[in-house]
């Protein structure tokens, strides 16, 4: 069963349960925190075994996690930085909005 909401700002669909697919990797919950928490302070670190904010002490998310947020195109990874892309930026701006 696919669970999904659509973004009010463009009408588009985002995806709320995942499977993995040849082509791409479906938005899970888990993915918003990481993909939020990196559209407000602009990137993400790796440290350890989790992904943090800067001068986080609790990781957004596993370093696992985060590869596979990169592989579906959600982030890219620069180094020990993790960058939204276009796509994990609208993802995020559209989970922050509120549902009716």
């Keep these: ?26 938005l899970i919950p ?9 559209r ?7 440290r350890g075994d989790g992904v943090y904010h800067l001068g986080g002490s609790k990781p957004a998310c596993s370093t696992a996690l985060a590869t596979k ?3 579906g195109g959600w982030l890219v990874k620069h180094g020990f930085r993790y960058e939204p892309t276009e796509q994990g930026l609208r993802a995020a701006e559209c989970a922050a909005l509120p549902t009716n």
């Design 69 to 71: 947020m990169v592989e």
């Design 40 to 46: 407000i302070y602009v990137f993400l670190i790796e």
């Design 30 to 38: 888990g993915m918003l925190k990481p993909l939020r928490q990196a």
């Design 1 to 26: 069963m696919r669970l999904s909401w659509r973004c009010p700002s463009e009408g588009t669909i985002i995806g709320v349960v995942a499977w993995e697919t040849m082509t791409s990797i479906i």
